[in-house]
């Protein structure tokens, strides 16, 4: 049970998925993180390797913490009590290891890529509750429900297996067919069919 103060989960059902989640990274992170980055200078310093702690934040992320605070908070609780590094070490350590966990997904779809045959594009509209003037939100038509909202759209390219390859936000006014073509081409789908 989850409260406010203490983040309990079922610790062999945590340990269990955090192995799983540790055993892919692990993976992952040898074959497509470049050496400059695994080797860095005063990695030995650092209280949890960098394969552990990407582990950790996609294990918080699972389990349904979406906030900074609640993550190291899960983390602390669930994963390590004694041998977490401190808060404002953590909220330092997962922006720098952000460009190593875009790697690693990019080169995960590409290798699932090489199995597909073919991909799926879909569009949903994103409505705002008001108006709030942003870079993207303007006022587009859900031909479906046969509204007009304000809001966003958001464009999927996904697998024939059901993986989510690549995304797209728009403004709500632009066509689907207008961004098609820039959502195939920066995908790794596209280029492997060619």
């Not at 989960?9 to 400059?36: A, D, G, H, M, W």
């Not at 605070?69 to 977490?84: D, E």
């Not at 705002?128 to 007009?148: E, F, M, W």
Request: aromatic letters at 12%; glycine letters at 4%.
């Amino acid at each position: 049970m989850q409260s406010q103060v203490h983040y309990l989960v079922n610790p062999n059902q945590t340990q269990v998925i955090f192995s799983k989640i540790l055993t892919k990274v692990i993976t992952l992170y040898q074959r497509f993180v470049p050496n400059e980055v695994r080797n860095r200078r005063n990695i030995y310093l650092q209280k949890q390797p960098s394969v552990v702690m990407i582990t950790s934040y996609l294990w918080a992320v699972q389990e349904g913490y979406r906030t900074a605070s609640a993550i190291y908070r899960a983390i602390h609780h669930n994963l390590f009590p004694n041998s977490s590094p401190e808060r404002s070490r953590f909220c330092r350590i997962f922006p720098n290891l952000a460009q190593s966990i875009q790697r690693m997904r990019y080169f995960m779809v590409l290798d699932l890529c090489q199995t597909c045959s073919f991909g799926l594009i879909d569009s949903f509209p994103c409505a705002l509750c008001q108006r709030v003037p942003t870079l993207l939100s303007d006022i587009g038509y859900n031909a479906t429900k046969k509204v007009h909202y304000y809001g966003i759209k958001f464009s999927i390219l996904v697998s024939d297996s059901g993986f989510p390859i690549d995304y797209v936000v728009t403004p709500a006014s632009i066509s689907d067919g207008q961004f098609i073509f820039e959502l195939l081409e920066k995908s790794p789908l596209y280029h492997l069919q060619r």
